[in-house]
């Protein structure tokens, strides 16, 4: 038997192998601090002090967590049907859009509740719409999804930043950005939601859209595993000669779980237009697509694995500014490095550890099948 | 005259600008045509640009720079290497790791060891790869057109620039012409009809995947130590993509990919000199569509409505021998 297929208990496979490449990759980030003259565990102080430590902290670590979330449910929904997104960076920019648009038409003349769910709708259309047509392609005309959707990241940029600088940018103003929304276009802070029940909370740009990630969450799991689409997904990404067999439509499962998936990575874009910034702004994306990879990865592509990966880079993003700010030598790109060998070690080389854990596992078995 | 002139300057600077496309572009197509993805090809160019403008500029060599810039590239394709050709993992997620490492890594080692916003210090002309002037350029700059094209246009570039020109050619030769060729194509398309024939696959793939980072070496290196005068965070701005896009675009063959590069390069080169100009009959074109026309048109090719874009058979598919 393959050391690469062999059973292993479920809590190895999504607890101890997890938890094996994620130490892997820390400790290789700790040598990178110390290859540049400090000291890893007082940075992991600062990590952990600037991420957990206080309430402000709190916040913004779940702030940066419901980015995570929205783009880590984007990969997995796709990877669920064997495809994989890579472009949830072009989508949650292109959701942006969507959000502006709702906000712009509507910030003067009703309360943000009334914008609320308009600006949803954009952000989900739009951030589908940009998965949609990579998606076509794929169903209809075989091209390569991964490549077209590198491709529409790109082309994103360069759309936005037209839009932004030839549309939305102010007159009088050098920024290339929208304009401010009012009252009317900006969701509620969550510090301002418990000041309404008398509860107080330091202020961060934690917002309702954490709420929405949450809610996004049960969404991705009861359409998974409790819906005949979901099946379905499951179903084409074990086995797509299965899933024609079984008469299922390709084309149709090719593009609607992409769109599902852009629609969720557009999600992000109410997180950081719609509840931080209050405008749209160049470039607001700045990564959080691609690392939702690796939050999918690490999550197993399971709602509640997200969420807890989705801390951890939350806890990074936070701790990382935090860091960076008491050991100046330590720059933010040490989060970027930490990233990627996340990536790395939790995705890439995943199965590096587990032949000698399925030793481990079944020698000891083998041992009580004895004794029995 | 002045049409001339504007093309002429046009066409040089788009040589300038596909040299780094045309190194990576071929080091993708060593890699993808043994059957590994690389969408690492970004990073590796980062990594290589910064080895060299930092050995570059302790050691005030050019060729030391171009060496470690070889070097690193070369480390970082045999970690993708180890991730997808020994551990059969994702090559996607291998590449997308490497590529936000050597972000990473290269603006922090920056700011740490040269404490200049993750740039390298500027580098003097010694420690560069600098233009050189080709043998008669002076006086066959009066020789209508083709004196122009020699002297402006052929001449004076750095050695890189010729080097990437070489290459093209070389990787044909290798490719069609060599036993090695005939086996790594060969491995790319079918590995079990190679692994049969004896051939261990792996180190197949391993070696393009080494050519594919000494390629890397060679762009990253012309990014800092050639083009500019040391390295600056994310110079390689999209590049490695570009490439990769011009290696869908050429079909996977090396001499389209020098038609490939070249166009990118130039619709780049005209994006630069076009911008704020209106042209006769469109009138102004954002800059932003220039940008993004090499993706579009690789989206389009792709989607096969001009010609057919077909990748190797294996490409991106791990390798099991049969128990």
Redesign the interface.
């Known amino acids: 038997m ?1 050391a ?1 297929n062999a059973k292993l208990p479920r809590w190895v496979d999504y607890g101890l192998i997890p938890l094996l490449n994620l130490t892997a990759a820390l400790l290789v980030s700790g040598l ?1 601090v110390l ?3 400090e000291n890893p565990l007082e940075a992991v102080y600062w990590l952990v002090q600037g991420s957990l430590g206080y309430s402000e902290g709190v916040g913004f670590t779940l702030y940066y967590t419901t980015n995570f979330i929205f783009t880590g449910l984007a990969v997995a929904v796709a990877a669920h049907a064997g495809m ?1 997104n ?1 472009g949830g960076e072009g989508q949650a920019y292109v959701g942006g859009l969507g959000v502006t648009l709702a906000c712009l038409a509507l910030d003067h003349y009703v309360p943000w509740y009334v914008t609320f769910p308009f600006a949803l709708l954009g952000a989900v259309l739009f951030g589908a719409a940009w998965a949609a047509i990579p998606a076509y ?1 794929q169903a209809k ?4 999804i ?3 959707t ?3 990241n ?2 994103s ?3 936005m ?2 839009l932004l ?2 549309v939305f940018k102010q007159p009088g103003s050098m920024q290339p950005e929208s304009r401010t929304f009012l009252e009317g276009g900006r969701l509620p802070f969550i510090h301002d939601v418990a000041g309404w029940f008398g509860i107080k909370m330091a202020s961060s740009p934690l917002n309702l859209s954490f709420v929405v990630a949450l809610l996004a969450c049960v969404f991705v799991w009861a359409l998974i595993w409790r819906t005949r689409l979901g099946y379905a997904i499951r179903t084409f990404g074990t086995n797509p000669d299965a899933a024609v067999y079984a008469g299922m439509n390709l084309s149709r499962i090719i593009i609607i779980t992409m769109m599902i998936s852009g629609g969720l990575a557009g999600l992000m874009a109410l997180n950081e237009v719609m509840g931080a910034q209050n405008r749209l702004l160049l470039d607001y994306v700045t990564g959080y697509g ?1 690392v939702g ?1 690796a939050v999918a ?1 690490m999550g197993r592509s399971h709602p509640v694995g997200i969420i807890m990966a989705s801390i951890l880079f939350g806890m990074l993003y936070q701790g990382g500014a935090e860091l960076a700010f008491e050991m100046p ?3 933010r ?9 996340v ?2 070690f939790a ?6 550890f587990r032949p000698a854990l399925v030793r481990i596992f079944t020698s000891r078995s083998d041992d009580l099948g004895q004794e029995a | 005259m002045d049409f001339l002139q504007t093309l002429i300057l046009t066409t040089d600077s788009a040589v300038r600008l596909s040299v780094p496309l045309l190194f990576a572009c071929l080091a993708g197509l060593y890699s993808e045509r043994s059957g590994v ?1 690389d ?1 690492g090809l970004e990073g590796k160019m980062l990594g290589g640009a910064f080895a060299a403008g930092c050995v570059a500029a302790i050691t005030g060599s050019a060729w030391l720079g171009l060496l470690a810039a070889i070097l690193v590239s070369i480390g970082l394709a045999l ?1 993708h290497g ?3 050709i020994t ?8 590449g ?10 290269t ?3 920056g ?3 040269f404490g200049r916003g ?1 740039k390298t210090p500027q580098l003097p002309n010694t420690a560069r790869f600098t233009e050189i002037t080709l043998p008669f350029a002076e006086p066959m700059r009066n020789v209508p057109v083709i004196g122009r094209i020699y002297s402006d246009i052929i001449s004076g570039h750095s050695l890189l620039v010729y080097a990437a020109f070489i290459a093209i050619p070389l990787t044909w030769w290798i490719l069609y012409r060599t036993r090695f060729g005939l086996r790594l194509r060969a491995v790319g398309e079918n590995p079990g009809a190679v692994d049969t024939a004896g051939i261990s696959v792996a180190w197949m793939r391993y070696r393009a995947v080494i050519i594919a980072g000494i390629l890397c070496g060679f762009a990253g290196a012309y990014l800092s130590i050639a083009q500019s005068a040391g390295f600056s965070k994310d110079m390689t701005a ?1 590049k490695g ?1 570009i490439a ?2 011009a290696l ?1 675009f050429a079909k996977w063959k090396p001499l389209n990919a020098l038609g490939a590069c070249f166009l990118f390069g130039f619709l780049d080169a005209v994006a630069i000199r076009m911008q704020g100009t209106a042209l006769p009959v469109v009138g102004e074109v ?1 800059v ?2 220039m ?2 026309l090499p ?2 048109l ?2 389009i090719l ?4 001009i010609g057919k874009s077909i ?1 190797p058979k294996a490409d991106g598919v791990p390798y099991t021998k049969e ?1």
């Open positions: 393959s690469q990178v290859l540049i003259g994989f890579i392609l005309r075989g091209s390569h991964v490549i077209t590198i491709m529409f790109f082309i940029y360069s759309l930043a037209y600088v030839e691609f990879i990865l030598k330590i720059t790109d040490m989060i970027i490095s930490i990233q990627g060998l990536i790395l995705g890439a080389m995943e199965h590096m | 993805v969408i970690v180890y991730a997808s551990q059969r993992g994702n090559q996607i997620v291998s997308v790791a490497i590529n936000f490492v050597a972000s990473g890594l603006a922090l080692l700011q740490a060891w993750g999209g993509f990769l896009a869908v954002p932003q569509a940008q993004a993706y579009i690789t989206v792709l989607a096969g409505f990748p128990r």
